[in-house]
């Protein structure tokens, strides 16, 4: 069966990736994340998550088209109309020990940066629901552009499940549309942004009938003057594991955490999230990956944190006690 990528004139590489299709056209690369289940009623727990081999594949795959002199601009989006990706499969956090917490997130963070550092200009196109992780996936390509569908959401269900965006959310999200909607955003666990909100505050650049998306995303590629948005090789990380954790506990210290039975985010994460808008600078971008880093493994291990990642599974309202 011919894809929509042959049809918009794709060629497919021959690779052996599991998870991922790449194609070629004139100078454009092209990944197409294809991490899906069959059943209809899997999706929540398909929809490209970011797991290890995923994120393995797609570092692979940046690599390939970054060694490519002949392609000169990049494509990512997903083979399928339910999701462009909804993020890690969150599932996998509820009980983790700090270890593979950690161990997890410094691959995701290592993902983005090899995306962020690509010197070639990419353009997300968008498809389908783009929460968490895979909010965070697009918000570090150079361009975004979506498909009008009425799927296509975009959000940050975090703070609901009591933990923070860790792969770049907070320090990418403010620099693309500033600190007040992206503080709202987050510490709301917002997650139904639509591709029509999203083009307003600035997310995306433009909306596009779903048989046009990928045309389209081709014609942006070789827009004159299209290039790269941002430079995070050129910041250097200065600070230490220890020395966040001593701040993450200072700033707690005191604080009253209890439960707000009008808003949906767990209290910790809802203030670990104001935390991490102090430390949102351009130029201390490697930092505020390490505020995210340390942030993330301190909430991974809180009892809210384990109620809402159990409340999401047993499909049920979460009980937050702020601990």
């Excluded at 963070?109 to 996936?137: R, S």
Aim: proline share 3%; charged share 30%.
């Amino acid at each position: 069966m011919v894809s929509v990528f042959e049809k918009n004139g794709f060629t497919e590489l021959n690779t052996e990736y599991k998870d991922l299709e790449i194609y070629s056209k004139d100078n454009v690369g092209l990944i197409s994340m294809k991490k899906f289940k069959d059943d209809i009623k899997a999706h929540r727990q398909s929809g490209n998550h970011l797991d290890y081999d995923l994120m393995r594949e797609l570092k692979e795959a940046l690599l390939f088209f970054q060694n490519e002199s002949r392609i000169h601009k990049l494509i990512i989006t997903s083979s399928h109309k339910v999701a462009f990706s909804r993020g890690a499969k969150i599932e996998d956090v509820l009980g983790a020990s700090e270890e593979k917490c950690r161990d997890f997130l410094s691959k995701a963070q290592d993902l983005l940066l090899t995306l962020q550092k690509f010197t070639k200009p990419v353009i997300a196109a968008i498809n389908g629901l783009t929460l968490g992780g895979g909010f965070e996936l697009s918000l570090a390509c150079d361009y975004r552009i979506a498909s009008s569908r009425e799927n296509v959401v975009f959000g940050f269900p975090e703070t609901s499940l009591g933990l923070i965006p860790a792969m770049g959310g907070t320090q990418n999200l403010r620099r693309i549309i500033g600190e007040k909607q992206a503080r709202y955003i987050i510490s709301e666990s917002i997650i139904n942004i639509t591709s029509e909100k999203a083009k307003v505050l600035g997310i995306v650049e433009n909306i596009f009938p779903p048989k046009e998306l990928i045309n389209e995303a081709f014609i942006l590629a070789n827009r004159k003057g299209i290039g790269k948005q941002f430079h995070p090789e050129k910041v250097k990380a200065d600070l230490s594991a220890n020395t966040i954790r001593k701040e993450i506990i200072s700033f707690l210290k005191n604080r009253q955490l209890k439960p707000d039975p009008r808003k949906t985010a767990a209290p910790i994460a809802a203030a670990l999230t104001d935390f991490l808008f102090t430390k949102t600078d351009e130029n201390q971008y490697l930092n505020g990956l390490l505020y995210e880093y340390e942030v993330f493994c301190y909430l991974q291990q809180t009892e809210d944190c384990y109620e809402g990642i159990q409340a999401l599974t047993e499909e049920r309202k979460p009980f937050f006690k702020g601990k």
